[in-house]
DNA sequence: ATGTGACTTATAGTCCGTA
DNA sequence: TTACGGACTATAAGTCACA
């Protein structure tokens, strides 16, 4: 009995996990230093680097300007 | 020249705007409380009531919390 | 069952650094 | 350019009394 799946079943990311995720690939894309979205979004450096590592909590009006400062929806930032 | 739309476009909803739509609507489609909704996702009734009317700025891990409470997926708290 | 203002405590978010 | 700390200050979390 194989339990071994055809293909890797997606990983349950956090919310946190998931936003630092999207995060990276949006600014990534974007060819943005951290500096540089934090500064588009109105937000520390420091503090955008601690969310790209999840170790902060971000709030929903942030959320809100990182997303607008990437030129997407919220909601956009926290899809799997 | 006819400028009226054939259908209305949708007014752009502030992301704290779109949670609090979202999460009423999803709540009462659960036949939830608000002091329900708020024991299951480990949170005082008074600060959903709040979050609902758009007067507080919620973080992430309680966004998640209440997606969680009412089975969904987080970002699905903020689709438009 | 919900809305709201006020209040304290916890932590989000800034700013200064070093590597 | 980014990671990570320490020491702040601003604001979210959480609770209550009362409409």
Known sequence: ???????????????R????ANLL??????ELSQEALAF?????????AHVERQARNISLDNIERLASALGVEPFELLKP
């Open 1 to 15: 009995m194989s339990s071994a799946p055809v293909s890797e079943p997606k990983k349950k990311l956090s919310a």
């Open 40 to 48: 588009e979004a109105g937000l520390h450096r420091t503090f955008v």
């Open 17 to 20: 996990g998931l936003l630092a």
């Open 25 to 30: 690939v949006l600014r990534r894309r974007r």
